[in-house]
């Protein structure tokens, strides 16, 4: 079995969407002056590597906890979209040379992640209200991909945010080495959030399983 790990690091001082709130890492309790050392860990819910649940951007959608953790371990496929340059549209005719079967997880890979941390981070591709139409009629359970934001960054619409969480369509954003994925293979990727009650997402350790 050859597990790929997708997942940033989290870390002090780490790039954020702009706006979320700041993370830290603080000492809690430490081997010096207690019985055992434990960190104090202030996160936000989209920080890093990490999924949305439907009540993100939908006031009645469910919260993360509200899910089984099968929901978020599913069989799928990668689509090169290396081709993509800043800012450009991924449009439904992109996704079409993917064999998508319904429940799969799909992942976009554009190669973004190598700017994670830069300014030309928040100038990534996005997906057309279409192309998230499109992967809910082939019956996605899972889009992830390796930029900032399924829509675009500081833009004024946050359509494919709308219709894949109104379809209960799990996003992840902020993969990492994506270009390890093979285009031809089958992967078992597992998108595990932490089990907390009532919130909109979670920063996850995403990985692909080659079995």
Not at 36 to 46: A, K, P, R, T
Not at 146 to 164: I, K, P, Y
Not at 191 to 196: N, Y
Request: contains cysteine; proline residues 5%.
């Amino acid at each position: 079995m050859h597990v790929i790990d997708l997942t940033h690091d989290i870390q002090n001082g780490m790039m954020i969407y702009p706006g979320d709130p700041e993370i830290a890492i603080m000492e809690g309790l430490t081997h010096e002056r207690d019985y055992c050392h434990v960190d104090q860990l202030h996160l936000n819910s989209h920080l890093g590597t990490h999924i949305d649940a439907p009540f993100h951007f939908l006031p009645e959608g469910k919260p993360i906890h509200a899910f089984p953790a099968e929901a978020f371990v599913r069989r799928g496929v990668a689509i090169d979209l290396r081709h993509k340059k800043a800012r450009e549209i991924i449009t439904a005719e992109d996704l079409h040379s993917a064999c998508l079967v319904p429940g799969c997880a799909v992942v976009l890979v554009t190669g973004w992640y190598r700017l994670f941390g830069m300014d030309d981070y928040l100038k990534h591709p996005y997906l057309s209200k279409e192309a998230a139409e499109y992967l809910v009629e082939q019956g996605v359970s899972v889009v992830a991909v390796d930029f900032l934001n399924v829509d675009q960054t500081m833009g004024e619409d946050w359509d494919a945010h709308n219709v894949l969480l109104s379809n209960e369509i799990f996003i992840v954003e902020n993969l990492n080495h994506t270009f390890a994925l093979d285009f031809e293979k089958n992967y078992l990727f597992s998108f595990l959030p932490l089990k907390i009650i009532g919130t909109d997402g979670s920063p996850i350790r995403a990985v692909a399983i080659e079995d």
